[in-house]
């Protein structure tokens, strides 16, 4: 499970040829070395490289005499050679310069096999020791899997020189100009401003029964009409409730009307064609009620999805109980974050809003209302709030886009159905005041 000769291949090409260290360094790790001093020597090449220096034999012999390990360092099979004849050794070594991207990932493989070694006896450990129990076992063990599973194998499908990079950022202009979207919530004004990128993480929040699920199943509707296939955890109510909305949507029929089973015979045919309908479309959701974040992540692995969400956010759960809420919360939406990177497409997150933003005279909401960590904004390429500005028109919507790391924020009107609980275009609809929707 190591192979020496790689890693000092990986040296050898970056003394060689410092411009590897730019695309190593995201892939590799100290840890991923399996000689502890080639460890050492790797956080220094990292350091040198951030520093803004150029790297040869002598610099990194300089930054480990500094660190206290230049008289130690040595090569395996020449551990009579030590400190700056070591390193001239490495130097002299003659490895494929294109080769070096294949060399990481040859080191990343031999360490994830390592890992893999030690967590099996310690599933042997626990499993014989009968202390703990076999789904708190598990749980452990899918998040250490998790980890591995995100580098390992990851590395190279995630690396790209700049003529691929530039190809794929070309490609997307070309789409963009195109009118393609990667996703498309079906609220025009709002696609305008956000046009939702992949590896993206968007945040849809508000308070309590102001319409996070109602809008969430409106673009997973919209979208999957559009051929996008979703995976939805739905962790608040369950996935009858979510997918009785989707029937609504789809049929027009009033939502309370269907979970309560008063459809009319005049509306029989509506309801079965909405139902053939929705047959057709590519939804899978998971209903699992306070899912940790490492099985969210083995879920969405399972099969290709285009998009993924959560509702909400607070149900889902860390790997590991956190001392703090606020801890809890950051670790799921930083791994929701890697998963939308990790599997480049974007996950959406459903957030509750505090309470008080109710009670305040400007009911408006903003960045600091979002409940319980600040993780949920840090981690967010995109935040949307959903605003009713009129407490007695139920009907009048606006999206406010308070965040948005790649393009402009703003607001714009939207018009809430609540009979069927849907949301519309502003100027597609006519609205009662009774609320009924209306064509």
Known sequence: MYNFDIEIAIFAAVINNPKHIGTLRDILQPEYFRWELFQDAWREVVNIHEAGLSLDGI???????????????????HSHIYGRSA??????????????????????????????????????????????????????????????????????????????????????????????KTLDSGINDLDEIIAIQKGELIT???????????????????????????LVFSLEGGHIPFTQRLIAQASGIETW???????????????????????????????????????????SRKKEYDCICVDYIQLAQP????????????????????????????VIQLAQLNRTVESRAERKPGLYDLKESSSIENDSDTVIFIYR????????????????????????????????????????????YNGRDVE
């Not at 300089?62 to 099979?77: E, N, Q, R, T």
């Not at 849809?204 to 996008?228: E, R």
């Not at 009048?396 to 790649?406: D, E, L």
């Not at 703003?410 to 018009?415: F, K, P, R, T, Y």
Request: glycine share 6%.
């Open 204 to 230: 849809i929040a508000a308070p309590t029964s102001q319409g996070k699920t109602a809008f969430l199943a409106t673009i997973v509707l919209n979208s999957a009409h559009q051929g996008k296939r979703w």
């Open 389 to 432: 500005p009129d407490k007695l028109n139920v009907n009048a919507v606006k999206f406010i886009v308070a965040k948005h790391r790649n393009g402009r924020t703003g607001e714009c009107d939207a018009v809430f159905l609540p009979g069927t609980m849907r949301f519309e275009n502003a100027i597609t609809k006519e609205i009662y």
């Open 59 to 77: 610099i990194l012999g300089d930054a480990l005499d500094k660190i206290g390990k230049l008289k130690d360092f040595c090569i395996p099979g």
């Open 87 to 180: 390193i001239s050794l490495i130097r002299d070594y003659n490895p494929s310069q294109n080769a070096a991207p294949s060399y990481a990932n040859l080191i990343i493989d031999d360490y994830a096999k390592r890992q893999l070694l030690i967590y099996s006896g310690e599933v042997a450990s626990q499993a014989i020791n009968g202390g703990r129990k076999a789904f708190d076992i598990i749980a452990d063990m899918q998040t250490k899997m998790a980890k591995l599973n995100t580098f390992s194998g990851m590395a190279e499908k995630h690396s790209y020189d700049i003529r691929s990079a530039v190809e794929n950022a070309s490609n997307a202009t070309k789409n963009a100009v195109l009118d393609v």
């Open 257 to 299: 009307r269907i979970m309560r089973g008063r459809i009319l015979p005049s509306e029989n045919n509506k309801y079965e064609q909405a139902i053939e309908d929705l047959k057709s479309l590519s939804i899978q959701i998971i209903d699992i009620p306070s899912i940790k974040i490492g099985e969210i992540k083995t879920q």
């Open 319 to 346: 790997n590991k109980k956190n001392e703090r809420r606020d801890l809890d919360i950051g670790e799921v939406t930083s791994g929701l974050k890697c998963l939308a990177m990790e599997l480049n497409i974007p």
